[in-house]
């Protein structure tokens, strides 16, 4: 699957959770195809995953959905046991794997290109193989989270994408068109009640 096809799939499943994006470009995605105000795009490098935490436990009736490429992911992946010791019912976490960092021209290869494996990672943190998913196809991904999405998290869905066919690099890419304090400040307001 490519990237276009995988963001239609999480897009497509996302419904009312409330979604922290990396970096890049499914962010911009995210924001073209599903955005609602409970949305936090462009998270830091290495603090989607974190950050969705923090909002799964503070709002434990709301699911909460974090989207990252697998190097914004694999930078901030000590979470992992963090996750695994609190495990949030409401959390699923969406690594898009493609085996190079998104900027510039799409050439530089990251961990998972050299052999990391995500999946054998969180088992490796603790989490047990019936929350740790991969996914080859966007049908596949689909399902691993229209299923997740229904509870008995937290879930870790890796789904590897191709990258000749991924979406543009850095410069062409689609933008989100919201700066991320105002993300901030709409999300806070959809959790509350108050949006």
Not at 129 to 155: C, F, I, N, T, Y
């Amino acid at each position: 699957m490519n990237r276009l096809e995988a963001m239609q799939a999480v897009a497509a499943a996302r419904s009312d959770a409330a979604v922290i994006t990396g970096p890049g470009a499914n962010s911009g995605l995210m924001y073209e195809m599903a955005d609602a105000p409970a949305s936090i795009y462009n998270m830091d490098m290495g603090y989607a995953t974190s950050i969705a935490l923090g909002v799964a436990m503070a709002c434990p009736q709301r699911r909460v959905l974090a989207v990252e490429g697998e190097g914004s992911f694999y930078a901030g992946s000590t979470v992992l046991s963090t996750i695994w010791r609190v495990r949030p019912d409401n959390l699923v976490i969406v690594v898009l794997d493609n085996e190079v960092w998104g900027t510039a021209d799409n050439s530089e290869p990251t961990a998972t290109a050299y052999g990391v494996d995500l999946l054998s990672l969180a088992l490796a943190n603790g989490w047990d193989q019936a929350h740790v998913h991969g996914a080859e196809e966007a049908k596949e991904l689909g399902d691993l989270l229209s299923s997740a999405m229904r509870g008995g998290g937290p879930h870790l869905i890796v789904g590897k994408t191709d990258i000749a066919q991924d979406v543009p690099s850095s410069s062409a890419r689609p933008r989100l068109k919201r700066h991320q304090l105002d993300c901030a400040v709409l999300m806070r307001a959809d959790l509350s009640g108050d949006g």
